[in-house]
């Protein structure tokens, strides 16, 4: 991959998608109470001020700024990684830009409302899953992405993670031992 930051493009589009649907929630839905789409599913408008599953949700606020230095600290590290990817990583590029893109538009919520918007709501019957936005389930997917791809990388042959990365040196070696002779 020549240029492999040219996905944080990808990363931009979930965070103003993120924010702008967002910004439509918090305006048009009243805060907690549901609103049926289909039998199993309600926009429901809540506030999370915790991480995943409303994880440390209950306490006084330090939280806030914990998963804050998280976010950033993972949006630079996932950064890095993605600038060194090679030509063919491309589920990997893609999945990095959407863990990226989720984590800033939740780190965004965090920063400015001291909270994350969540406002999707799946349920069966009187059970219901946490509610959750686009920069959750970016988030989910880039992970699934670089799950796969990781799977993908270990079942390939030895030999063919290598060939990605040139000629080896055993091969240069052979190719002058018998020019030599």
Known sequence: MRRPLRWLWLSL?????????KALASANLEYGRPLEVLPFFNLTLLHN???AFSFLAEHAGWQRWLFALIAIGASIGLTVWLSR???????AAVSLALVIGGAIGNL???????YVVDYLSFHWGDWYYPAFNLADTAITLGAVGLVLQSL???R???????SRKGPSSSTDQSSSTRGDS
């Open 13 to 21: 589009v979930v965070i103003v998608l993120d924010l702008g649907i």
């Open 152 to 154: 993908s990388d270990s």
């Open 85 to 91: 990817l090679k030509r063919g990583e491309t589920l």
């Open 156 to 162: 390939r042959p030895k030999g063919s993670r290598d």
């Open 108 to 114: 965004y919520d965090r920063l400015v409302h001291g």
């Open 49 to 51: 001020t915790g991480a």
